[in-house]
């Protein structure tokens, strides 16, 4: 099922605390484009199915990555995308985006897109695995 834009919106404006909806939206489209860059196949297209067409797009067309971001970095390059951002206030913005994105997925499909990326990826998801 499809999670309508502004219910995203709303769950990633909560979980980041943020003071309006363009904050919150500034951060989704980030992480999601990012994110996009190490996903591949129906995975990825399977995510884009269950995200807002504007979200969704966002992520069928990332930004580019030379190669898999760990979680560290992945938080730092969020940072350098966000102006004025730091990397304290983009590991909040990318918990509240990958948090919203992991229940929209369901565990099925988060446990493929985990298989995807690096280790560590899941306390960024908010659901850590177990060692």
Not at 15 to 41: D, P
Not at 57 to 68: D, G, K, R, V, Y
Not at 98 to 103: E, K
Request: a negative charge; proline letters at 5%; charged letters at 25%.
């Amino acid at each position: 099922m499809t999670l309508r834009r502004e219910a995203f919106l709303d769950h990633v404006k909560e979980r980041g605390k943020y003071g309006t909806a363009e904050e919150a939206e500034r951060a989704a489209r980030v992480v999601l484009a990012l994110l996009g860059a190490h996903l591949v196949g129906e995975v990825r297209s399977q995510l884009a199915a269950r995200l807002p067409e504007d979200f969704a797009l966002i992520l069928l067309n990332p930004l580019q990555s030379a190669e898999p971001l760990s979680p560290e970095r992945f938080v730092r390059a969020t940072a350098a995308w966000i102006e004025g951002a730091t990397e304290q206030t983009a590991t909040w913005d990318v918990s509240a985006v990958l948090s919203t994105v992991a229940d929209t997925a369901g565990d099925d499909l988060l446990g493929q897109i985990l298989l995807q990326l690096p280790a560590g990826y899941d306390l960024l998801f908010g659901r850590p695995q177990p060692t």
